[in-house]
C-alpha cells in the first residue's frame, strides 16, 4: 500500500491556479506541477473537510476546479481527538491563534497517522522554527507529527 500525503489547499490552489506573474509564486506553481505529474502517483492522496471547504470558498469557477481535483482523493474523517490535537497545538503556541484551521491540518495527518503534509503555507505549516513545538505537541499527546513539506521537498524520489 502507498504512503498517505495529506493534502493542504494551498497545494491544489497552486496547481489549478492561471500561472501567476511573481516569480516565486510561479516558481511554487511550476514545481507542483511537476509533482503532481511526476510523484502524485507514488502516494495515497487525503485530505479533510476543512481541505474542501477552503477549496470550495472564493472564486466559483475556480473552486469547481480545485474541488475536481480534490473528488477522487480519500476524505479523512474529522475526529474529536483531531479536534483536541489542534486545540493543544494552539495552545502550545505551535500555530498561532489566527492559524486554528492550520492546525487542524497538522491534527487530522497526525491522529489519522498520515506520514506527510504536503503544502506551500511556509507560514504556519512548512516553517523550521514551528516545527519542534509541533512535534512535541503530537509526541505528548500520543501522536506522530506527519513530515510537513513543500512539493519540492517531497519531488525526489526515495534511494
Known sequence: MAERVYIETTVVSCLTARPSRDVVIAGHQQVTHEWWDTRRASYELCVSQLVLDEAGA??????????????????LETTAEALELAKELLQAGA???????????????????VPYLLTWNCRHLANAVMRPVIETVCKAKGFKAPIICTPEELLESKP
Do not use: F, S, Y
Request: charged share 20%; no cysteine.
Open 58 to 75: 472564493g472564486d466559483a469557477q475556480a473552486a469547481q476546479e480545485r474541488l475536481l481535483v480534490l473528488q477522487p482523493m480519500l476524505v
Open 95 to 113: 500555530l498561532p491563534a489566527k492559524a486554528a484551521d492550520d492546525a487542524l491540518h497538522i491534527a487530522v495527518a497526525a491522529t489519522k497517522a
